[in-house]
């Protein structure tokens, strides 16, 4: 089921509509890391829904300074250029996770599949999927950002000690799947979220994403890089903008970006 990146770029253009997010995709067998390519691309002005995929980072990169470590040619690594209206950027992040949700589902059920607040993706419990949103200014076809989304798929095994809580489509379902398949539902998922965003779909994209959210209603601790703190509360749901909604002894509060964990954060899944 391990096709070369060419075909695998060839099969999902086939199933891509001209218009949409993915009609310029870009494959590579190894790049440092797609993110910084496609930073690179989008101040270079490469147009809105353009893809870069490859089937190998030697510098796949996680949220602060992390890494992202994946078997080359059986997962997907790839970034989509996106330039979204200025006031959707901070829920653009949110769309996508449900936009993954929603791609992937089919391959994976019965398995639960649940969102980790900000962007991962856990079957039983363990990360299948997590993404990397960057935020690019002074493009020459203007702001954007940079969505970095890493998926295992058919990866069997995960033995390296950075990466103790991963899991692949394969390991939960006992199934091989295509890549070409799983990245076009996508690559079709996330151009439907992305379409004509306004406050209503919001909405009802955030009821969607705390109905596979996880802990929602648990209490969890949040660490948060900036300051080294961490804050204890119980999880209420995002707010309409993504912020997670946390009730804390202080009342409720909101936070944009941290580490859900229930142990030490160097620990987090
Ligand atoms: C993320 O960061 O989960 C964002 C990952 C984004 C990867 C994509 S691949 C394409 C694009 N190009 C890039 O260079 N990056 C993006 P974070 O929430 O910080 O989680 C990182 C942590 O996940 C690591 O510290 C490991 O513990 C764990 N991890 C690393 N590789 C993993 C994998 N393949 N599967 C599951 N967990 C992994």
Same mark, same amino acid.
């Given at each position: 089921?391990?096709?070369?990146?060419?075909?695998?770029?060839?099969?999902?253009?086939?199933?891509?509509?001209?218009?949409?997010?993915?009609?310029?995709?870009?494959?590579? #067998?190894?790049? =440092?890391?797609?993110?910084?390519? !496609?930073?690179? /691309?989008?101040?270079?002005?490469?147009? $809105? @829904?353009?893809?870069?995929?490859?089937?190998?980072?030697?510098?796949?990169?996680?949220?602060?300074?992390?890494?992202?470590?994946?078997?080359?040619?059986?997962?997907?690594?790839?970034?989509?250029?996106?330039?979204?209206?200025?006031?959707?950027?901070?829920?653009?992040?949110?769309?996508?996770?449900?936009?993954?949700?929603?791609?992937?589902?089919?391959?994976?059920?019965?398995?639960?599949?649940?969102?980790?607040?900000?962007?991962?993706?856990?079957?039983?419990?363990?990360?299948?999927?997590?993404?990397?949103?960057?935020?690019?200014t002074g493009g020459m076809r203007g702001d954007g950002v940079v969505?970095?989304?890493?998926?295992?798929? #058919?990866?069997? =095994?995960?033995?390296?000690?950075? !990466?103790?809580? /991963?899991?692949?489509?394969?390991?939960? $379902? @006992?199934?091989?799947?295509?890549?070409?398949?799983?990245?076009?539902?996508?690559?079709?998922?996330?151009?439907?979220?992305?379409?004509?965003?306004?406050?209503?779909?919001?909405?009802?994209?955030?009821?969607?994403?705390?109905?596979?959210?996880?802990?929602?209603?648990?209490?969890?601790?949040?660490?948060?890089?900036?300051?080294?703190?961490?804050?204890?509360?119980?999880?209420?749901?995002?707010?309409?903008?993504?912020?997670?909604?946390?009730?804390?002894?202080?009342?409720?509060?909101?936070?944009?970006?941290?580490?859900?964990?229930?142990?030490?954060?160097?620990?987090?899944?």
């Amino acid at each position: 089921m391990s096709t070369g990146i060419d075909e695998l770029v060839s099969a999902v253009q086939s199933r891509i509509e001209p218009r949409c997010i993915g009609r310029h995709i870009t494959g590579f #067998n190894s790049v =440092s890391s797609t993110n910084i390519i !496609a930073k690179q /691309a989008l101040l270079d002005g490469e147009p $809105t @829904g353009s893809v870069l995929v490859t089937d190998y980072q030697s510098a796949g990169r996680g949220r602060l300074g992390r890494k992202w470590l994946a078997e080359p040619g059986v997962n997907l690594m790839f970034s989509v250029i996106l330039r979204p209206p200025q006031e959707f950027v901070s829920v653009t992040g949110m769309l996508t996770s449900l936009a993954l949700r929603r791609a992937i589902e089919p391959f994976t059920s019965p398995v639960p599949l649940l969102i980790k607040w900000p962007n991962d993706l856990l079957l039983e419990g363990r990360k299948c999927s997590g993404m990397l949103m960057e935020y690019v200014t002074g493009g020459m076809r203007g702001d954007g950002v940079v969505l970095g989304i890493g998926l295992n798929v #058919n990866q069997a =095994s995960f033995p390296d000690v950075d !990466a103790p809580n /991963a899991t692949s489509l394969l390991l939960a $379902t @006992g199934r091989h799947m295509s890549r070409a398949d799983v990245l076009a539902r996508i690559l079709i998922q996330l151009d439907s979220v992305m379409t004509d965003i306004d406050h209503g779909a919001v909405a009802r994209a955030v009821a969607e994403y705390e109905r596979y959210m996880f802990r929602l209603g648990e209490t969890v601790s949040l660490f948060l890089a900036g300051s080294g703190k961490e804050v204890s509360g119980r999880i209420l749901g995002l707010r309409n903008d993504g912020a997670l909604r946390l009730e804390t002894d202080a009342g409720e509060e909101h936070f944009y970006a941290g580490d859900i964990t229930t142990r030490r954060p160097s620990k987090d899944i």
